[in-house]
């Protein structure tokens, strides 16, 4: 089964940036990792950014003009440029692919917006 293997997470001052990274193991079916979701402590899994169509973006609100979500297909790769960190971007970040209507999760890896 394919693997996801997020990377990148860290504690970083407010302000500061960090780069995810996801890349994919196992992955006879060429499946492509589309997706980054968060989930904070007591709360519910959100969409962080996605791709979508051929090639759109989409943000949450709170991450616009912060978060930068890249690709590339042929690597089948993902990745999340955060500039501007807040405290309120604490979170495990996850690495999301969908394949014939089953949803792929990596690990994790955590980042921690902190003075």
């Known amino acids: 089964q394919v693997q996801l293997v997020e990377s990148g997470g860290g504690l970083v001052q407010p302000g500061g940036s960090l780069r995810l990274s996801c890349a994919t193991s196992n992955n006879r079916f060429n499946i492509k990792p589309t997706a980054w979701y968060r989930q904070a402590p007591g709360k519910e899994r959100e969409l962080v950014a996605r791709?979508?169509?051929?090639?759109?973006?989409d943000y949450r609100d709170s991450v616009k003009g912060r978060f930068t979500i890249s690709r590339d297909i042929r690597a089948k790769t993902l990745a999340l440029q955060m500039n501007d960190l807040k405290p309120e971007d604490t979170a495990i970040y996850y690495c999301n692919a969908i394949y014939r209507s089953v949803n792929y999760w990596g690990q994790g890896t955590q980042v921690t917006v902190s003075s």
């Open positions: 791709f979508f169509g051929t090639g759109g973006t």
